[in-house]
């Protein structure tokens, strides 16, 4: 019984984060602007720092512990600790710094909104097909 609650709610978690890319790629197509504000606001706080991070751990747990049910499990599987680790990391230093490099990154990253809704909705889609694909792919 724990064990499936575990591979539920992992698996609630994998189609949220794919529904979070899916929403941040129409937005920055649709919104450019708006999607850019709301890509800048990440680490401005030390709350926003944490909030994100956390978010960030989530969907990593849930990819890592959904990927023997997912095709492509060894590559989303990887994905899922990148984002873990990585997440972790960042918490292990100030926030501050974090939002400096947030502060400069983020509008290399946004100079082309059109690209970052084409590869925010492809990993959306990519996410969704390896939830749904059968598991003797990868």
């Not at 504000?37 to 969907?59: C, K």
């Not at 983020?106 to 925010?120: D, E, K, N």
């Amino acid at each position: 019984m724990q064990d499936h609650l575990i591979a539920v709610v992992g698996i609630a978690g994998v189609v949220l984060f794919a529904l979070y890319l899916l929403t941040l790629g129409g937005g920055a197509i649709i919104y450019p602007e708006t999607t850019k504000r709301f890509l800048g606001g990440f680490a401005t706080s030390q709350r926003t720092h944490f909030t994100e991070l956390a978010l960030r751990v989530v969907a990593g747990a849930s990819l890592v512990s959904s990927a023997p049910r997912m095709a492509f499990g060894q590559g989303i599987a990887l994905f899922g600790w990148m984002l873990v680790v990585t997440s972790l990391a960042l918490a292990m230093i100030p926030w501050r710094l974090h939002h400096r490099f947030a502060a400069w990154a983020v509008p290399q990253a946004t100079q082309h909104m059109t690209l970052v809704g084409i590869v925010s909705i492809v990993g959306g889609l990519a996410v969704l097909a390896a939830l749904l694909l059968p598991r003797t792919i990868g």
